[in-house]
């Protein structure tokens, strides 16, 4: 798969629940970054959070449908619930996980991948941007 599109992601929550963030950074096989996407969530929890940064990966990957797309997670329970390994008992992340599975089988060369935390550094550095942004946003309109 030396023509895939890496997308790492990852989702931040300051407090679970608190103001959450996404990060996700989509790169060619060289390593050149495509896009890079940091948005500010409102309150979840922490895994609210990754599935929601899971969701704007997958509606960002549609554009790339015809190439082969290696997701990359350091969220070991979003993987293993994807993955069939664990149940989703929560929910509230119910929703989440059906929309991720319906996302993903419009990929078809799509795959998802855990990667140590450390491999995910960007995506989880533009989710707690967002969380900061948000709160100097907010400072600043005081």
Same mark, same amino acid.
């Given at each position: ?65 015809? %190439? @082969? ?8 329970? &979003?993987?293993? =619930?994807?993955?069939?390994? *664990?149940?989703? +008992? ?24 855990? %990667? @140590? ?8 550095? &533009?989710?707690? =941007?967002?969380?900061?942004? *948000?709160?100097? +946003? ?5």
């Amino acid at each position: 798969m030396d023509k895939a599109i890496i997308v790492n992601f990852d989702g931040a929550s300051s407090g679970n629940p608190g103001p959450a963030g996404i990060g996700v950074v989509f790169q060619n096989s060289n390593g050149t970054v495509l896009k890079t996407i940091s948005h500010f969530l409102g309150r979840r929890t922490n895994n609210q959070a990754e599935y929601e940064a899971f969701l704007f990966a997958l509606k960002e990957a549609l554009k790339f449908r015809k %190439s @082969p797309i290696i997701f990359q997670t350091d969220s070991e329970l &979003l993987f293993r =619930q994807v993955k069939g390994e *664990y149940r989703v +008992k929560n929910v509230g992340l119910k929703k989440y996980y059906q929309r991720a599975l319906k996302l993903l089988s419009l990929l078809p060369y799509a795959r998802l991948e855990f %990667s @140590p935390r450390g491999l995910n550094a960007t995506a989880d550095r &533009l989710a707690k =941007q967002a969380i900061r942004n *948000y709160f100097l +946003k907010r400072k600043d309109e005081k």
